[in-house]
């Protein structure tokens, strides 16, 4: 598998979108410390953890010369900024990266994310609970 540094826009996303729905939910607050943070200090985190799984994969030991800014990107909803959590995640998931506790809480997170797309859509509210 190949590794690469995701865009600046896309960990602007994924950081802004965790960040904001972490903290207006207490349950969120209290189960992910790691995410329960600022989006543009989660923004940082996001990029350094990016980049030791990139730096890892090709065997590299390079310190980090510049972490670029967060910018907030207007005009995205759920699904687009799931899908940059996904692309990023997919990013980290090996040579370390996904041994870290930012990685397992960004999972969980993910997993979260996606059931609450999935419970809101009209198809999922009219499906039976169960079938005879």
């Known amino acids: 598998m190949s590794s690469f540094m995701v865009s600046e826009k896309t960990l602007s996303v994924a950081a802004d979108y965790i960040s904001s729905e972490v903290s207006k939910d207490g349950w969120l607050k209290r189960n992910f ?20 799984a990139v730096d890892n994969r090709y065997n590299g030991k390079s310190e980090i010369d510049n972490i670029p800014s967060f910018n ?3 005009h995205y909803n ?3 900024a799931y899908k940059q ?3 990023l995640h997919y990013q980290c998931s090996e040579y370390g990266a996904a041994d870290t506790d930012l990685y397992k809480e960004l999972s969980k997170f993910i997993s979260i994310t996606a059931e ?7 198809e999922y509210k009219l499906a039976p609970w169960g079938v005879n």
């Open 33 to 52: 410390p790691l995410l329960n943070r600022a989006a543009k200090d989660l923004f940082k985190d996001l990029f350094v953890l990016n980049y030791q």
């Open 72 to 74: 907030l990107m207007p």
């Open 78 to 80: 759920q699904i687009i």
């Open 85 to 87: 959590m996904k692309c």
């Open 116 to 122: 609450r797309i999935v419970s809101s859509l009209k």
